[in-house]
């Protein structure tokens, strides 16, 4: 680092010295990452956009300001990146997408004043994460084609087969509209955010060779407050320090990611670019893609790569104000 430092130096006394005609190192090394992946534009899945290209999750935040206590922040969240995805199907977070005409069936919630009421288009064989038997978060995401909807639940059981559900929460989000659930509310998730845009997707990183949104994060300890477009939060901790839900998180322009290569590089570049949202509380840098019966798209020793990268490689951006 101290010889980066030294080398940016040197490059911004040229650059005064000739007008400004010598490009910065970070800015060439940016252009050689992105080089290295497609362009990105709006994520589109089952032919649905998701969300409008000025929402939060597609929104570039490679130059929004730094939070004034992003190095308060970081210093409180120890550990290494995690990718909590790969070959096993059951890790992961799978989505289940189906067409207009899915019949919909009834749910019941156990938090049912901050849930969108059924019914939802859920299939009697829907992919439930973690498996049928998982006794975790067992999210169960639909995303109805045509309509463009998304349903989203947590802690979801079949009941006779599929013929009705029960879930501790359920979402409902419009894939055309920016629209934020009521402040106060959970979701399927604790920040009360969708779920299914913040994965990372197995065709982004094996056929797009891009991925153009934000990403989803958990931490061990989070504050008692939410930044939107986080609308809820799952502490009791009043410590400044400790990430609100919906705090974005951005990887430091400078940190070289020259060394990656395959998956890992179009996260690692994705995280520059769209950066991560503090989503629920769980292990410290975790961040969630695509499980289920795609899983087999992933390449465990590619992704073990980005294991390497540490929490100080972050910063926090900022994007608004704290709420409780």
């Not at 005064?16 to 990105?40: D, F, I, K, M």
């Not at 349903?151 to 629209?179: D, T």
């Amino acid at each position: 680092m101290r010889g980066l430092l030294t080398s940016l130096l040197a490059v911004s006394m040229l650059c005064s010295c000739a007008g400004g005609s010598v490009p910065s190192l970070l800015n060439t090394q940016a252009a050689n990452e992105a080089s290295r992946v497609r362009p990105a534009g709006v994520p589109i899945v089952g032919g649905c956009q998701i969300f409008p290209a000025n929402n939060w999750w597609n929104t570039d935040i490679s130059q929004y300001p730094l939070d004034k206590l992003s190095s308060k922040y970081i210093a409180a969240l120890p550990g290494n990146l995690h990718p909590d995805f790969g070959h096993n199907p059951d890790y992961g977070i799978p989505f289940n997408i189906v067409p207009s005409t899915q019949k919909k069936v009834r749910v019941t919630f156990g938090y049912a004043s901050q849930s969108n009421k059924g019914p939802y288009p859920i299939p009697p064989n829907a992919e439930i994460e973690g498996g049928k038997h998982a006794t975790g978060d067992r999210h169960v995401l639909v995303l109805q084609q045509g309509v463009c909807k998304l349903y989203e639940m947590w802690r979801a059981f079949p009941i006779h087969s599929g013929k009705s559900w029960k879930a501790g929460s359920g979402a409902l989000f419009h894939l055309n509209s920016n629209k934020l659930r009521p402040n106060g509310w959970t979701s399927a998730d604790a920040a009360g955010l969708p779920i299914m845009p913040a994965l990372v997707k197995c065709d982004e990183v094996n056929k797009d060779k891009v991925i153009s949104h934000a990403l989803r994060v958990t931490f061990n300890e989070t504050q008692m407050g939410y930044i939107h477009p986080a609308t809820h939060y799952a502490s009791d901790s009043k410590d400044p320090s400790l990430p609100p839900m919906g705090l974005r998180l951005r990887m430091k322009a400078s940190y070289d990611i020259s060394n990656l290569t395959g998956q890992s590089l179009v996260v690692a570049v994705a995280m520059k670019k769209y950066g991560m949202f503090v989503a629920d509380n769980g292990s410290n840098w975790y961040f969630q893609g695509q499980g289920g019966k795609q899983a087999s798209c992933w390449n465990n020793n590619d992704l073990d790569q980005l294991k390497n990268i540490p929490g100080s490689a972050f910063e926090v951006v900022k994007t608004g104000r704290i709420r409780s």
